[in-house]
């Protein structure tokens, strides 16, 4: 694909948190993509973190999902098995 091709994809990257994004770019020989923002600043997706194709957007976003759902499980498992002791020895 030619650099000055611009194309439209769905950026994944910041799908927790701003949902599925519609970018329009330029795809990078190493797979990344990139493209200008509105406030004109040049922004980058590394490969994985968007997809020209809509049903791929959405397994990618879920997958980012099932990552955060099972890092937040582990951090609430950490935290509901927390003992908190004072040791009255040192008062």
């Known amino acids: 694909m030619s650099e000055d091709q611009t194309v439209k994809v769905f950026a994944t990257k910041w799908a927790l948190s701003k949902g599925i994004l519609i970018v329009e ?12 923002s509105e ?10 973190e968007w997809s020209a194709d809509p049903a791929q957007a959405i397994e990618q976003a879920e997958k980012r999902r099932s990552k955060k759902l099972a890092s937040l499980a582990r951090d609430i498992n950490k935290y509901q098995s927390k003992k908190f002791i004072v040791d009255t020895r040192q008062l």
């Open 39 to 48: 406030s004109g600043l040049h922004q980058w997706l590394k490969a994985g």
């Open 25 to 36: 770019g330029n795809e990078q020989p190493d797979g990344a993509f990139s493209w200008r």
